[in-house]
């Protein structure tokens, strides 16, 4: 016997939440990686950039990349640790509301298929925001950490 419709609705809405857990999961696993590199190319190229101090009045350029490897560096270490640190996702449903709502439905299994399938809409819906929020800390993290490897390697080369 194939599934119902609400089987198949049902499936797919655990599958889009499961999916965008997933995605979460998968943009902290980069973050990590953006926050080391950051820190350990600040902690190569910073003190040779630095090595003679910075004079905007001798050497404007010079004093200019340092600053833009000093601001790239910083804005991928807030990106990746917003990304880490943000936790406002639910990725399940509330069950006992849930349960009361579908209670008088039990034997009706395509109500309460498609009761859990809105629930997990709903709560996919609700992550969005979030979810893109993420995506964005990430890539500043990114430009970032090109924005400190431009700055410092340029403030090397013209010093």
């Not at 990590?32 to 003190?47: E, I, N, Q």
């Not at 069950?95 to 009361?100: G, N, R």
């Not at 298929?113 to 709903?122: D, G, P, Y």
Request: charged share 20%.
């Amino acid at each position: 016997m194939p599934p119902s419709l609400e089987e198949v609705i049902y499936d797919l809405a655990r599958a889009a939440l499961d999916e965008q857990r997933d995605l979460v999961a998968n943009l902290r696993s980069r973050a990590a990686p953006v926050l080391a590199g950051a820190g350990a190319l600040a902690a190569l190229l910073a003190k040779p950039a630095i090595n003679d101090g910075l004079s905007f009045s001798h050497h404007l350029w010079h004093a200019v990349l340092v600053c833009l490897g000093i601001v790239g560096a910083v804005v991928a270490l807030v990106g990746a640790i917003l990304v880490l640190a943000t936790r406002d996702f639910g990725f399940s449903v509330d069950i006992d509301p849930l349960y009361a709502a579908a209670y008088e439905d039990r034997e009706k299994p395509e109500i309460y298929f498609a009761r859990i399938a809105e629930s997990h809409r709903q709560r996919r819906v609700a992550n969005r925001h979030g979810v893109r929020w993420l995506q964005g800390y990430l890539i500043g993290g990114l430009v970032g950490v090109v924005l400190e490897v431009v700055g410092f390697a340029a403030a090397l080369a013209v010093h």
